[in-house]
C-alpha cells in the first residue's frame, strides 16, 4: 500500500528539492514568512486560502491538496465553519463534489449546520453551479423532511428547476414531486412557483394541471396587488419584488387558461379568458416594465382571438392571422401549428400558406434555431405537434413523401423528450398511411423504430 504523505511533508519536501528558505517561498506565494514556518512545523491550522496559495506556488492543479486537506484539517479537528465554508464554496466552483460530499456528510450529523449549507447551496444555484446546488438542496430537504418550512420548500422549488429538461417523463416527474411544496413558499415565490409549474404542464398538455396551477396564481396575483395598492397609497413599499409586473402574473393566468379552454374545445370560455387580459386599462403603472406587459398582453389577445376562432371553425380570420404573424418570426410556428391542425380538424386548405412560409418550415425540420420567447421546452413539445399535424395534412392531401418526412421528424423529436404519447400517435399514422409508403421509406422507418426501441432500453 502507497503511503501518501502529509501535506505539510509534502510541502517540506518541495522546498528542499528547490533549494528554497521558507521566506523565498513566502514572497513567491504572498504569505508572510512566520505564516509559512507556522503551517510547515504544524504548529498553525491551514486556511483554504493558504492552501490555495501553497498549490499554486508548487505548480500543482488547484485541487492537488483537497483530499489531503479533508482527511488532516477537517476529520482530524473539531467542527469549524469559518475554516469549512472557504473549503465547500472552493470544492463548488472546482467540480469536487467527490469532496463536497465527504465535508457535507460529516456536517449533516448536526442540524446547525443545516441553515448555513442551505446558504451555500443557494450561492452555487445563482452562479449556474446546478449539481453542486442540487446535492446540497437534496441534503437539506433530507434534513428538514419533517418541519413545515419556508426553507424547505425552496429547496424543493429548486430541485425542481434544475430537473426540469428534455425528457418529459422526467419533467413530470419533477413537477408532481414539487407541487405539494408551493404553498409553504412565500407569497412572492408562489406566484413564480405556479407559473413554473403551469408551464410545465403546457408543454405536457396537461390541461386539467395547468387549469388548476394558472387559476391558483392569477387569484394570488390579483391578492398581491390590491395589496400593493394600498402600500403605495401610503408611501411605503418594501415588500419583495416579483420578477414581473403583479399583473402579468394575473394575466398569464387568463393567457393559460384560454388556451386549455381552447383545448378541451370550450371556445366561448375561453374567449371570455382572452377578453380579460385584452383590456388592461385598470392597470394605474405607468413605469417602462410594466406599459411593455401591457402591449405584450394587447398583442397577445389579438393572435390568441385568431387562435380561439380558427380552431372553433371560423376559416374567415385566416388571412388576418397570416397577415400579423409574417412581421413576428417568434409566433411562426406556434401560428402555423394552430393553423394545420384547424385544416385537418376543418379541412380547410392552407396549401398557399405552406408555400409562403416554406423557408421556415424547412428551417424548423433541419432543426435550425426557432426564434421567439418561447423557452426551448416548448419550442420543441410544439415542433413535435406541429410536425405530426403537418404530416397528416401532407398524407391527406397524397404528397406522402413531404408526409413522411415529418412524420419521422415527429417520431424522431419525440423519442428524444422521451414523449411516449407522441411517439405511438405518429407509428399509428405510419401505420395507416403504410401501403403508401416506398420500400426505402420502409426501411427508414424501420431504422428508426429500431433506434427508439433500443433508446427504450
Known sequence: MEIIPTIRAEVQTYLIRKSLTMTEFGHIIDLNVGTVSGIVTGNRPISVHQLDRITMGMNLPPDYFYERYIDECIEEEPLNWRRISPFLYRCVVLGRLDCLRRVVGMLLDNPVYLPSLFEVAEDSFKKGNTEAAAFLYENVSEGEKYQYSERLAVCQYRLFTIRIGDDQEKNYDAAIQFEPYVDRLDEIDQLEALKDLANTYRSLRKWDKVELFAKAMGDKAKIQYKLQQQRHHVHKDNSKKPNFPLFAYWAFSHLLRSQACGERKDYEKG??????????????DTDEEALKWRKKYEDWAVVNTYVNKLLSGDESVLSDYVAYISARKDEILPALDIMIEAANRYHFDVDNILKQFEEEIISFLEQKKVEGLYTQRFTTERY????????????????????????????????????????IRCMRLFTHFKEHASAHTRAVYGKLIKAVNEDEE
Do not use: M, P
Open 384 to 423: 413535435t405537434h406541429f410536425a405530426r399535424e403537418l404530416a397528416i395534412y401532407l398524407l391527406r392531401k397524397g404528397k406522402f413523401s413531404d408526409g413522411f418526412t415529418f412524420l419521422f421528424s415527429c417520431l424522431e423529436k419525440s423519442a428524444e423528450a422521451n414523449n411516449r404519447i407522441q411517439a
Open 271 to 284: 374567449l371570455q379568458h382572452i377578453k380579460k387580459y385584452a383590456d388592461l386599462s385598470w392597470v394605474t
